[in-house]
């Protein structure tokens, strides 16, 4: 393999990979099914694969999956954006200024593994009983990660980029384009990842809580009702559509990475 460009090894190392990953869903599901089949929980809790598969047809079949989809989708878009954004911001600033990172950088390390959904009553009084109150808890989840990530990202910069910019006479706005923002673009990247996963939890959550609109609330919908095959099809659904999200930011992310090139 050492005469392989890198184009061709990777697709020779994919190609096991992908077979391990696809073997990881056979071996789940059939263990899925042997759980189902072998009466060791109740019959309802863990349906057969049929039964879900029909109730996820069922499901994308109809209008109201993609009216509630639409509303979720909103409300972390814009967490996503606002809670990224601010994280962005402040971790450009603890991570270049070393004085704040002391005095501001141990608060983000307390507060960021707090469940945020204890500040829920508090976006409720705030915000109100709609979708403000859900994208406020998004953006509050997704803040931390992105903020953290971007400050350590900031700290690993090379300071012999920092001395060509400014051996150059580079302005902020130009040190921020040209050499803080590119640098920092593989960390910021995994924050925004751990900050979409922590936005979707954070946004779904609520809407389990005070809602009657988006995925969260069909979910507890269908547990209310002990339509078990029905939420099970929501969740895959939620599962399959994070899968979609984080691809599109990796994708923008080796975009952006060509374009810079």
Same mark, same amino acid.
């Given at each position: ?31 899925? $099914? ?17 039964? !879900? ?15 509630? #989809? ?5 409300? !972390?878009?814009?967490? #996503?954006? !606002? ?72 700290? $690993? ?16 706005? $130009? ?45 507890? $919908? ?18 399959? #559509? ?20």
């Amino acid at each position: 393999m050492a005469g392989l460009t890198v184009s061709a090894r990777a697709r020779v190392l994919g190609a096991p990979v992908a077979r391990v990953r696809v073997a990881i869903i056979a071996v789940a599901l059939l263990a899925w $099914q042997a759980l189902a089949a072998s009466g060791l929980v109740l019959h309802d809790v863990v349906p057969p694969l049929g039964k !879900i598969a029909s109730a996820l047809w069922k499901l994308v079949s109809t209008a109201p999956l993609y009216q509630n #989809l639409g509303t979720s989708a909103y409300e !972390i878009g814009a967490s #996503l954006m !606002i809670g990224g954004a601010a994280g962005v911001l402040v971790g450009l600033v603890l991570g270049g200024n070393r004085f704040l990172s002391r005095a501001f950088e141990p608060y983000l390390h307390y507060l960021g593994p707090t469940p945020k959904i204890i500040f829920f009553p508090i976006m409720i009084m705030w915000f109100g009983v709609g979708g403000g109150s859900k994208i406020a808890m998004g953006s509050l989840s997704c803040f931390f990660p992105v903020a953290l990530s971007t400050a350590v990202g900031m700290r $690993q910069i090379e300071p012999v980029l920092v001395r060509v910019g400014k051996s150059f006479r580079a302005s902020t706005v $130009q040190m921020l384009m040209k050499i803080y923002l590119p640098a920092i673009r593989p960390a910021m990247l995994t924050g925004l990842r751990l900050g979409l996963g922590v936005a979707v939890i954070g946004v779904l959550l609520a809407e389990t809580k005070l809602s009657n609109r988006g995925l969260g609330y069909l979910v507890i $919908q269908r547990y209310t009702n002990f339509d078990m095959p029905g939420m099970y099809a929501i969740l895959i659904v939620v599962f399959l #559509l994070a899968i979609v999200a984080n691809a599109l930011l990796s994708r923008l992310g080796g975009s952006a990475s060509t374009t810079t090139a």
